[in-house]
């Protein structure tokens, strides 16, 4: 039987203060429910990627708390294989995955413990996440290599053929991580998630759909064009690392930028995205 104490925790932060984390703060309220919060604290791995230190970390009734600090913004999918071994040095059998703004409901952990404990076939659990407009963000339709936002779906067993769970709040199985080969560091933040599952997929092909709501501030409502831009540039990074395993993979992924180009022309009215694009265009492999 999986208890809490067997989930390694880990919280990735920018610019946030951990005790400002909607994401810690509602948690912390959802393990002071558990029973077991009582006998020991729960292992949280912080990965902050904010370009300054933030310690020391708060007092907590109900976390055992590990900061790691990079200054450099190494990205996501550093931070989570990071603290995947550090949860396999403290001999943890999940990996619980949260950004700095997802809203937990109080009953979280009973219902993450409730699907794992039911269902130790499966080595995928996923929440289902609402953003900003209603619509379900995760798990999402996958078309053609990238997520589409659905407006419903049901807790049950699902295939990641069909539809594919966003990072935050993904819960997996910390051996099964390490056997598909964890996250691809060469993609920091966009798509990060996608590349798992694709590697995820070859070995395992179902996982399993909460019966939990999230609410996450999404960051497709960004309107400062500064941001945009920005933000902008590490996406086509980010797309240029992704891993190939077909030709279509390629023609599928430069038809992403395109899109994601053509959407951030119009709403910036910037013709620094075009520029900005074509420059991606001669110097990469996409």
């Known amino acids: 039987m999986i208890l809490s104490f067997d989930i390694q925790f880990v919280i990735v932060l920018y610019k946030c203060k951990l005790e400002e984390s909607i994401s810690f703060v509602s948690l912390s309220a959802a393990l002071a429910k558990q029973p077991d919060s009582q006998v020991a604290k729960h292992s949280l791995y912080v990965y902050d990627n904010s370009p300054y230190i933030q310690q020391p970390t708060p007092e907590s009734n109900v976390w055992d708390i590990c900061y790691q600090s ?28 949260l950004d700095q703004d997802t809203l937990f409901p109080e009953n979280s952990l009973a219902v993450y413990l409730e699907g794992i404990n039911s269902h130790p076939d499966i080595k995928l659990f996923a929440p289902i996440m609402r953003i900003q407009n209603g619509q379900i963000m995760s798990p999402c339709r996958y078309i053609y290599k990238w997520g589409k936002l659905i407006d419903h779906i049901v807790p049950r067993v699902d ?25 691809n560091e060469k993609v920091k933040i966009d798509g990060a998630d996608f590349q798992f599952i694709s590697r995820f997929q070859k070995k395992h092909q179902q996982f399993y759909i909460l019966d939990l709501t999230l609410h996450q ?33 390629r023609f599928y992924f430069y038809r ?12 910036t009215r910037k013709l620094e995205i075009m520029r900005i694009f074509f420059k991606n265009l001669f110097q990469s492999n996409v």
């Open 70 to 97: 990079d200054l450099a913004n190494g990205g996501l999918s550093i931070a989570y294989n990071t603290a995947a071994q550090y949860a396999k040095n403290n001999n943890k059998k999940y990996l619980m995955l």
């Open 159 to 183: 295939n990641l053929a069909v539809h594919v769970p966003v990072n935050s709040g993904l819960c997996i199985h910390l051996e099964s991580y390490f056997d598909v080969g964890g996250y």
């Open 217 to 249: 501030d999404f960051s497709m409502f960004e309107e400062d064009p500064d941001k945009i831009i920005t933000r902008y540039k590490l996406f086509l990074k980010d797309v240029n690392n992704f891993e190939t395993h077909h030709w279509l993979d």
């Open 256 to 267: 992403i930028i395109c899109i994601r180009t053509l959407k951030l022309t119009l709403q």
